[in-house]
C-alpha cells in the first residue's frame, strides 16, 4: 500500500475518475443561499459540536419559549371565529336586525376573506419578518375583532367578517413555517398536533366563557349587550396575546432574544438535518412551477377541500338533534318584574338557552384527545400520516352510529356527532408535512397557501350548500329571543308557553323553518328525518375520500424515499457543501 502510494506520488495525472453530477438546480441556484448562511460565515470555518445533552437542552428551552405562547394564539385563533355563534345567542342578530339568511352570509364571508388574502399573506410570510409580521397580523386582527361591539347593521357586521378573515389567514401558514425553522422534521409532527390541538380547547373554554357572560349579564344589569361583551373580551385578549408574541417570538434563531450567541448557532444547526434551513426572502418562480407541477401539492389541495365540506353538514346535524330530542318549552315571567324565571329549557335534556353553550365542550375534548394521541403515536412510530388515519376512522365511526342508531338513542346518537371531532388528525398531519417534507421557502409557501385555499373553499361550499342558518348556537337564539320578547310584553301576566320551533305562530321563528335544509351535496331534507341518510352518506363519503387521498400521498413519499435514497447511495452522487 505504501509503494503505491509512492508510485501516484511521482506518476502523470491521469483523470481517471467518474463523472459526477450535481443537481443542476443546485448549481443554478447555489449563489442565493439561505438565511442559516449567515450564521456559518460568521464562525470561520469553526468546528461546531452538538451532543446529545446541549440538544435536549436546547429544545427544552425552545418548548417553553415558543410552545406557549403558539397554542395561545391558535386557541384564540379558533375562538375568534367562534365568537358570531356565542353572539348570536346574546341578542346579536336583533340588535343589528340580521334578517333571512344574512347571519349565514357573515359565518360564509369570514371565509371569502381568508380566501381572498391567502396566497398574498404567504408571499408577505416570506418577504417580510416573519415573527413581526404574525405579530402584527394577531393585533391587527384582535383590534377588528373587539371593533364588531361598535358595529350597528349587517353592513358594518360585512367589512369586520372580511378583514377578520383577512388577518386571521396568516396564523395557520405563519405557525407552520415558524415550527420548520425550529424544530427538526422528527419533533415537527407532535408540535403541529400540541398547537393545534388548542382549537379543542378555544372550543372548550369558549363556551365556558360565553356562559360565564351570558349568566352574569342575566342576575347583574350592564350598560353593555352581552354580546358586545364578548367580542370586547376576546378582542382586547387577543391583542394582549399578539404583543405578548411579538415579545417572545423571533424572526428566526439569529435574534431569538432568549438565547445566548452560542446558542443561537447551535439551534440553527440542529435542525440542519431537515435540508431546508431557516428562511429565504427572495422569491424563486422555479419553486412555484415546481409546486404546481408536483402532484402531491394538489392532492393537499383536495384532501383539504374534501375533509371541510361535512362541517356545515354536521353543524346542521347537531342542531336538529338536539331540537329533535324533545319538545322546547319556553318559560317565562311567572310574576311582574320577575326575570330570574324567564328563559328556555329543553325539556329533554334539561338545558336552558345559557347552558346549551357548553353543550360543544365535549366536542373540543375529543379534538384535544385525538390530535395529541395522533402527535404521540405519529411521534414514536415515525408514521405519522399512518397514525393519523385513526382520527378520520374514529369520525367515519361516528357517523355511522348518527345514521345507524334509532331516534330514540339520541345520546348514543350525540356521542357519534362528539366522535366526528377526531377527524382533524389527517388534517394536522398534512398540516405538519407541509412543514417538514416541503423544501425550498417560496415553495412550502406556496403549498401552504394551496393546501388553505383548498380548507378555505371547502368551508364555503359546506356553508353555502345549506340553507339552515342554524347551529347549535343559532337554534338557540332563535328560542331565546322568542323568550325575551314574550316576557317583555306580557311582564304584567303570569304565564307559561310552550312551542315547538318547527311550529311556531312567532314569525321569526317560523320564518326560520323555511331555512331548513332543503339543497346542497350533503342536505339534510325533512323528509329524510329522522336519519337523513343521504346527508350522512355524503359525509361519510367525503371522510372515506379524505381518507383514499392520506394513504396516496403516504405511498406517494414512501416511493419517493425510497427513489432518493437510491439516487443518494450511487457513486456518482455528489452532495455539495451547504446545500441545504
Known sequence: ?????????????????????????????????????KVFEDIHGEAIELDEATNRRLLRTIDWHMMPIMCCVYGMNFLDK???????????????????????????????GYLAWEYPTNRLLQRLPLGKYSAACIVIWGLILACFAAVENFSGAIAI???????????TPGFALITSQWYTKKEQ??????????????????????????????????????????????????????????????????????????????????????QQGIGNKHFKMYQVKEALMDPIPWAFFFYALIADIPNGGLTNFFSLLVSSSSSWELICCKSPGDLSNA?????????????????GVPGGVVEVIALLLNGYVGHITNQRLLSSLGGLATAILGVILIVALPESYNVGRLIGYYMTQASPTSFVALLAMISSNVAG??????????????????????????KIPMDTHELV????????????????????????????????????????????????RPQDAPHYTPAVITIIVCYFLSLCITVFIWWWYRRENARKAEIQARPDYVRLENQE
Open 189 to 274: 409532527g407532535s408540535r403541529v398536533n400540541i398547537w393545534f390541538s388548542f382549537n379543542g380547547v378555544g372550543q372548550i373554554l369558549g363556551g365556558v366563557v360565553a356562559y360565564g357572560i351570558a349568566i352574569g349579564t342575566k342576575h347583574h344589569e350592564s350598560s353593555i349587550a352581552p354580546w358586545k361583551i364578548v367580542f370586547l373580551f376576546t378582542g382586547v385578549l387577543t391583542v394582549v396575546l399578539g404583543l405578548i408574541f411579538l415579545w417572545i417570538v423571533p424572526d428566526n434563531q439569529l435574534n431569538a432574544r432568549w438565547l445566548k450567541k452560542e446558542d443561537r448557532v447551535l439551534a440553527v444547526a440542529r435542525v440542519r438535518v431537515n
Open 82 to 112: 367562534t365568537t358570531l355563534s356565542y353572539a348570536s345567542v346574546m341578542g346579536l342578530k336583533q340588535d343589528l336586525n340580521l334578517q333571512g339568511d344574512q347571519y349565514q352570509w357573515l359565518g360564509s364571508l369570514f371565509y371569502f
Open 477 to 524: 337564539s332563535c328560542l331565546q329571543q322568542a323568550s325575551w320578547r314574550q316576557s317583555c310584553r306580557l311582564r304584567a301576566k303570569r304565564w307559561k308557553v310552550a312551542c315547538l320551533c318547527q311550529v311556531s305562530s312567532d314569525p321569526d321563528i317560523a320564518n326560520s323553518k323555511s331555512h331548513l335544509p332543503t339543497a346542497g351535496p350533503q342536505t339534510f
Open 1 to 37: 500500500m505504501v509503494d503505491a502510494e509512492k508510485d501516484a506520488a511521482v506518476a502523470p495525472i491521469v483523470d481517471i475518475a467518474p463523472t459526477k453530477h450535481v443537481d443542476p438546480t443546485l448549481e443554478k441556484h447555489g449563489h442565493d443561499a439561505d438565511e442559516a448562511m
Open 161 to 171: 367578517r372580511i378583514f377578520l378573515g383577512i388577518f386571521e389567514s396568516a396564523v
Open 441 to 466: 421557502y417560496t415553495k412550502k409557501t406556496t403549498v401552504a397557501a394551496m393546501y388553505l385555499i383548498g380548507y378555505c373553499v371547502g368551508n364555503i361550499i359546506g356553508k353555502l350548500s345549506k
Open 343 to 359: 328563559g328556555i329549557q329543553i325539556t329533554g335534556f334539561g338545558f336552558t338557552a345559557e347552558q346549551s353553550l357548553i353543550l
